[in-house]
């Protein structure tokens, strides 16, 4: 058992005893995830990965998102939130494929509108600009020299932000990689997991790391929109949503460079944060980018 002898423990009393083995279970680059049984039934369990409060991960906004995501029925249930680890009830699932993601973008939508007007108030900002220099300050009070690449990606966030201000913060989830969106066995409902950097923040911003993490095309992104509203999208919000994608690059690649220097977990965090820096770039150097400002 090794690394979860102290959480199972604590558990046992509660879930009844622990029957065989808990089973690794592949995905997470910030945490550790198994699959247990206990008194008859079956769970998951998630050890918190090193540090993540460094992350600008807020574990109480990550139990009541959680929480409020499972009461809306777009997440598992929430059985335990402990110090270092969550337990959620075990949902027979699998992956969904970025294609299944992309023809079911109405479901996801809906299920994020849900979230953004649940009137959840959680404890903690999610605003990139703000994650930036949070971000660089981190890095560099352990010893990490920031990329050349930090201060332009941070500059152009600096102008995305100014015509997308944060204004009034909503709910948000803000980490919808394509391993945090599952597609439950019986039937095929679409779940969201992993709510742990929710936060209040812009709802366009999930909906732009949504896209830009799950390779939408202009096609989907109007689904994407046309659902989320209610209405077809204008030329404003297409903006928007393209200024967006941009910004999840950014924070996408600056929290690979603190990942680096902080995680435990065998992945190359610099290579990953460098792949979104320079994506990013690449959209701020074609000429769409200026449009996009000014439509916005």
């Known amino acids: 058992m090794g690394e979860l002898d102290d959480i199972v423990a604590e558990l046992q009393p509660i879930l009844g005893p622990l029957a065989g083995e808990p089973q690794p279970l592949e995905g997470g680059i910030t945490n550790r995830n198994f699959r247990a049984r206990m008194g008859g039934a079956e769970y998951m369990i ?18 009541m998102a959680s929480e409020t995501a499972a009461r809306l029925e777009i997440a598992p249930e929430v059985i335990a939130a402990l110090d270092d680890g969550m337990v959620t009830r075990f949902v027979s699932c699998r992956q969904a494929s970025r294609e299944e993601i992309a023809g079911r973008v109405d479901e996801i939508a809906r299920a994020l509108r849900s979230f953004h007007d649940s ?39 600096a102008r995305i932000a100014a015509v997308v201000p944060l204004g009034t913060p909503r709910p948000c989830h803000d980490d919808l990689l394509p391993g945090n969106i599952i597609r439950a066995n019986d039937g095929g409902h679409i ?14 911003f999930d909906l732009g790391n949504l896209s830009v993490n799950n390779g939408f095309d ?4 109007d689904s994407l929109l046309t659902a989320y509203e209610d209405a077809a999208p204008t030329d404003e919000q297409r ?12 924070r996408e690649g600056a929290w690979g460079v603190v990942q ?7 992945f190359d965090f610099d290579e990953y944060g460098e792949e979104h820096f320079e994506r990013l770039r690449a959209a701020a150097s074609e000429p769409d980018f200026e449009e996009w400002l000014a439509t916005a």
Do not use: C, Q
Not at 141 to 150: D, F, I, K, Q, V
């Open 46 to 63: 998630r050890r918190h990965g090193k540090d993540t409060g460094l992350l600008g991960i807020d574990r109480d906004a990550e139990r």
């Open 119 to 157: 009137g959840l108030r959680l404890p903690v900002v999610f605003w990139v600009p703000d994650l930036l220099a949070d971000y660089a300050r981190i890095a560099t009070a352990s010893g990490r020299t920031l990329p050349r690449a930090y201060e332009e990606v941070r500059a152009i966030a």
């Open 191 to 204: 779940m969201i997991v992993d709510w742990e950097y929710a936060g209040m923040g812009h709802p366009l």
């Open 218 to 221: 202009e096609a989907t992104d």
């Open 239 to 250: 903006a928007r949503l393209k200024l967006m994608r941009m910004l999840s690059d950014a």
């Open 260 to 266: 680096s220097g902080i995680s435990e977990l065998d």
